[in-house]
């Protein structure tokens, strides 16, 4: 199982990014996703989640209406769409693969789950 983020960069508040996940060694019916992020001397924080079967997806709170996960099963890659981007979204961003598909609904990561190096992502004020 392995995942791979990328799309992360600089820009300017107000601004939109799209972060890929590429995933190989499974496919994307069998695994939930989710993308959670980590900010210098804060903890790790869910954002999205898309589940394995119905594709059906959950946001925290504080990105709901601005950002949007999606996949392309042909692909292997899921995606985390990010508009009005602002200052406090600055993080690392990871996608994992949910060894429980039931912490998808709260966005919940644990060391435990398969997750690879994140893009760096910073909003500019």
Known sequence: VQLQASGGGLVQNGGSLRLSC???????????????????GKEREGVSCISSGDG?????????????????????????????LKPEDTARYYCAALLDYRRCTSVVVTTRDYWGQGTQVTVSS
Do not use: C, H
Not at 30 to 35: H, L, T
Not at 58 to 79: L, Q
């Open 22 to 40: 590429s995933t190989s060694g499974f496919t994307l019916d069998y695994y939930a996703i989710a993308w959670f992020r980590q900010a210098p």
């Open 56 to 84: 059906s997806t959950y946001y925290t709170e504080s990105v709901k209406g601005r950002f949007t996960i999606s996949r392309d099963k042909a692909k292997n890659t899921v995606y985390l769409q990010m508009n009005s």
